[in-house]
Structure formats: structure tokens, C-alpha cells
Nanobody, 123 residues
Framework: QVQLVESGGGLVQAGGSLSLSCAASGSIFSINTMGWYRQAPGKQRELVARITSGGTTNYAVSVKDRFTISRDNAKNTVYLQMNSLKPEDNAVYYC?????????????????WGQGTQVTVSS
């Protein structure tokens, strides 16, 4: 089995910073893309940022130049540094990873999600 465990998040004032991390563990053969998504109340889940195993990144327009995604392949961990936070960044943030799981049949890449962590930005 594979698990994604997120940490970080919380309450911050507008203009402040927060850092999220997500560690993957379990029956991991390899990890391709890792990323962060968010879902605000009453809205659909949306991509925030993602990063390939080679380090190529892409960001939602709304967070570009404010958020930075990075990963440590040795630790199977992805990070999201969030600066200049705005009230519209309020959401539950979910970690996502495409993982080749050696415990599953067929031996393919599967999509895994973390449990979510709340980010609240006060105005």
C-alpha cells in the first residue's frame, strides 16, 4: 500500500507565508509527477502546481510567482512554499502523486491522494 501524508497548513494573515510538505511511503517502485491541488468550499478541485521527477514545474496562473513547488526524490517528498498569501487562497490543499506501486496488480502507475490540509488566510 502507498500513503501520502501531508503536513503544514494552518492559519495565516494575508501577505504571510506557509509551507506544505507531503511524504509518500509504502510499496513505491517509482514516482512520476507529484503535485498540489486545492478545493475551496463550493468549488471544484483545481491544480495549484505540479513537478515531474525531472524537476519540470507548472503552476496555476493564480499562484505563479507566489508559490514554489519542489521535491526531494530521495525522500519521496514534495513541498509547496506559499508566499504573499491572499484570502482567495483559502482552501483544503491536497497532495497528489503518480506512483508505480509494486504491491498492485497489474504493475502500473496509479494516482494517489493525501488526506488534505486546511489553509486559511485571514484578511
Amino acid at each position: 500500500q502507498v500513503q501520502l501524508v501531508e503536513s503544514g497548513g494552518g492559519l495565516v494573515q494575508a501577505g504571510g507565508s506557509l509551507s506544505l510538505s507531503c511524504a509518500a511511503s509504502g510499496s513505491i517502485f517509482s514516482i512520476n509527477t507529484m503535485g498540489w491541488y486545492r478545493q475551496a468550499p463550493g468549488k471544484q478541485r483545481e491544480l495549484v502546481a505540479r513537478i515531474t521527477s525531472g524537476g519540470t514545474t507548472n503552476y496555476a496562473v493564480s499562484v505563479k510567482d507566489r508559490f514554489t513547488i519542489s521535491r526531494d526524490n530521495a525522500k519521496n517528498t514534495v513541498y509547496l512554499q506559499m508566499n504573499s498569501l491572499k484570502p482567495e487562497d483559502n482552501a483544503v490543499y491536497y497532495c497528489n502523486a503518480d506512483i508505480r506501486d509494486y504491491s498492485r496488480t497489474p504493475f502500473l502507475t496509479y494516482d494517489y491522494w493525501g488526506q488534505g490540509t486546511q489553509v486559511t488566510v485571514s484578511s
